[in-house]
């Protein structure tokens, strides 16, 4: 017999190739994953030790199978019994807690009274406190039972001069418990806006098998879409009459009684935008390669992003019915971004194809089908579900729409959600072939409405147990970022470019040149592009001929750029645009004024350069030490002239021993600003006291170097 691999092998005995891999590492055979290949005397011995063990297996499996129904159905029946009597439940219990709510404010007022009155009285040490952000002295003060007054003194003889409505930090809490004994704990305050903190780890005991979820990516017509097309045409219209009635930019195939989820995302873009707002919703990862084109810019781009999502890799060799079709170069060529195929004894899944005809769809499947069992995806459906969203929109008959990808529990309709910066209630719930659904599963894309804004490709979201908590979490959400809004950067103008570069806000200016012909264009955009001053630069991010329109004003207001018209005018939809988005026109008839202000608006961009200039020496001619004050060196300019603003040198035998600021500068008993040539003066270092007769003082200033 010919030899075959460990997942065909497993197939005919219908069993997983995990199951076949593991009995195959017990009795000592080679094997390395599922496409390991099994010869006549391996596979006598599989045969063997399956027989062996075939027939308790299946007594076992039948008995599971059997108590496994009866716990479904008890479990029904107890939670229908459940339901009904929660509902009677719930009335009384509302009115016992309104009731007992009284009856505790009551009491807690009491108490609060009694513990006011008792407050002056000395209560013991505790052995720990613990506390939340910010302390004062006077809180930290009632925590350990002890003065106020107390508290200030100890602070004082570790060196921390503090009022008792003054902050301490996290060192000297610790010192001051320390000194009594006390372990002090800081609680970390929990974000309740945070959805992180509502999902709940699962239980591995209820984890089960879930769908994989496969996004494609590739270079540009390389056969992404019409790959995608293909699969959906083959697997999905087969069991629809009509076709597909409604694309929601996911779906679903059934591969041997499996499902596999595609997001129709071509192109690595909408796959790293997702990952870069937290969404890890892919599985894996087909790479479409032409095998007439080889390996491109793209899809060395799209290798670099799966492989930074740690996602297992399938090669799609497409158009393997074209001319010049060479498939051992894509294989060769992939192999230096360590992409080795199988056959050459690497661990990368190759299949050739051909999207157009239909051509290794199914063995495509099947690959992905493999890869998933051996990655063990896994998912809880008993719980509140949480997930992704693919795409969103605003219909003008169904308000906010969001296609939603659950990735844990089991959404249903009714349920409360915050979705990413908004909230709501699931109305209804749509599929990927247009039918309604109540509930969807683990990697099952539905379609929902009953969101009160549009939310984000990428957003998270999350299924409460109650609709005000939802709502709750869903406002300070949506407040959190409208306020980040605000904060955003401002709109960059020719007139406060300068302030915006003192905050360190922009280091290079983005231009939309528009132009009354295509010569005024061109020419310049490459005249701007020309103006060479160093750590700035000119990004011309559109060019065009015409008047300025609307579009060009929602181009500048998303890149942060300035609009250049030269000889044209914007319209008045333009001129409205420009006014609500705040964007700077700048209209000019001469070629050479334009350059001249993007230039001087580039040149007051650049850090300013300092150099230091050298205004005087001053020599120590007596000391005079003041205990309150410190060394007052009593000195006479030797040249140039001293400043009480300038820095200085102290140098002693020619060496420079301290460098730092004048303190105080007098001649006689006055303040002055600075002092001449041929006259004495008294001056002090700030925070340095070492100082000696001969000393020599040097007095200099930083001046800006203009460019």
């Not at 969404?279 to 390996?295: E, K, P, R």
């Not at 393997?320 to 170069?329: F, I, L």
């Not at 701007?528 to 579009?551: M, P, Q």
Request: glycine share 8%; charged share 30%; aromatic share 4%.
């Amino acid at each position: 017999m010919a030899k075959i691999r460990v997942y065909q092998y497993a197939k005919e005995l219908n069993k997983s190739s995990k199951e076949v891999i593991t009995k195959m590492k017990e009795l000592g055979l080679s094997v390395s994953n599922h496409m390991s290949t099994i010869d006549d005397d391996m596979r006598a011995t599989l045969d063997q030790s399956f027989q062996v063990n075939g027939t308790n297996q299946q007594e076992e499996a039948s008995q599971n199978h059997k108590a496994n129904e009866s716990n479904q159905n008890q479990n029904k029946n107890q939670s229908s019994n459940d339901n009904s009597d929660k509902k009677k439940s719930n009335k009384k219990n509302k009115k016992q807690q309104n009731k007992g709510n009284k009856q505790n404010n009551h009491k807690e007022q009491g108490k609060n009274n009694k513990q006011t009155k008792d407050k002056g009285k000395n209560q013991g040490t505790p052995s720990k406190i613990t506390y939340s952000g910010a302390v004062t002295v006077e809180e930290l003060a009632e925590k350990l039972n002890k003065e106020t007054n107390e508290i200030i003194k100890k602070l004082m003889f570790l060196g921390v001069m503090a009022t008792k409505n003054q902050d301490l930090d996290d060192a000297s809490i610790e010192l001051i418990c320390s000194e009594y004994g006390v372990e002090a704990e800081e609680q970390v305050e929990v974000d309740e806006s945070d959805l992180s903190t509502y999902i709940e780890e699962d239980d591995p005991a209820k984890l089960i098998e879930r769908p994989s979820v496969v996004t494609i990516m590739g270079h540009v017509d390389h056969g992404k879409t019409t790959l995608l097309d293909s699969i959906r045409h083959t697997k999905v219209t087969e069991g629809e009459t009509g076709g597909i009635t409604q694309h929601i930019g996911a779906y679903q195939v059934k591969e041997n009684g499996n499902k596999i989820t595609f997001l129709d995302t071509p192109g690595h873009a909408a796959f790293t935008s997702m990952r870069s707002r937290g969404a890890q919703v892919t599985d894996v990862a087909i790479l479409v390669v032409a095998a007439d084109d080889g390996v491109m810019p793209q899809t060395e781009e799209a290798i670099n992003h799966a492989k930074a999502a740690e996602v297992p890799i399938i090669v799609a060799v497409n158009k393997m019915d074209v001319e010049g079709a060479n498939p051992d170069r894509v294989m060769q060529e992939l192999t230096e971004h360590e992409l080795i195929p199988e056959d050459w004894g690497g661990d990368t899944i190759f299949v050739h194809l051909s999207a157009i005809k239909g051509e290794g769809i199914d063995e495509l499947l099947e690959m992905i089908t493999l890869v998933a069992e051996m990655e063990e995806l896994t998912a809880n459906p008993d719980r509140l579900a949480n997930g992704t969203v693919i795409e969103a929109q605003l219909d003008k008959g169904r308000g906010s729409v969001a296609t939603l990808l659950v990735q844990n529990g089991t959404l249903e309709v009714g349920d409360p959600i915050v979705v990413g910066n908004t909230f709501g209630r699931v109305r209804a719930m749509v599929n990927d072939i247009g039918k309604r659904v109540k509930k969807a599963t683990p990697s099952t894309p539905v379609e929902i409405t009953g969101l009160n804004d549009v939310p984000s490709a990428g957003d998270q979201f999350v299924v409460f147990e109650d609709e005000k908590t939802a709502r709750q979490v869903g406002e300070k959400r949506q407040q959190q970022h409208i306020e980040a809004r605000r904060n955003d950067q401002a709109r960059v103008s020719i007139d406060d470019l300068f302030d915006q570069i003192k905050q360190g806000e922009i280091k290079d200016i983005n231009v939309i040149v528009k132009a009354d012909v295509q010569g005024s264009v061109e020419a310049l955009a490459a005249s701007l592009e020309k103006i060479e001053v160093e750590g700035v630069k000119v990004n011309i991010i559109h060019t065009g001929v015409g008047a300025i329109k609307e579009s060009d004003i929602i181009l500048a207001s998303a890149s942060n750029a300035i609009v250049f018209g030269f000889n044209v005018r914007p319209d008045a939809n333009a001129k409205r645009a420009a006014e609500s988005e705040q964007v700077d026109i700048r209209q000019h008839r001469v070629i050479y004024k334009a350059i001249e202000e993007v230039e001087a608006a580039m040149k007051g961009m650049l850090d300013p350069e300092y150099e230091e200039k050298v205004i005087g020496q001053v020599e120590v001619r007596e000391i005079f030490k003041v205990s309150k004050i410190g060394t007052i060196a009593g000195s006479y300019v030797m040249e140039g002239k001293i400043t009480r603003d300038s820095g200085i040198r102290l140098i002693r035998d020619g060496v420079v021993i301290y460098e730092g600021e004048v303190d105080t500068l007098k001649r006689f008993k006055d303040d002055v600003k600075e002092v001449a040539q041929n006259y004495e003066c008294g001056i002090t270092i700030k925070n340095y006291n070492d100082i000696k007769e001969g000393d020599v003082i040097e007095a200099y200033i930083m001046e800006e170097i203009k460019v």
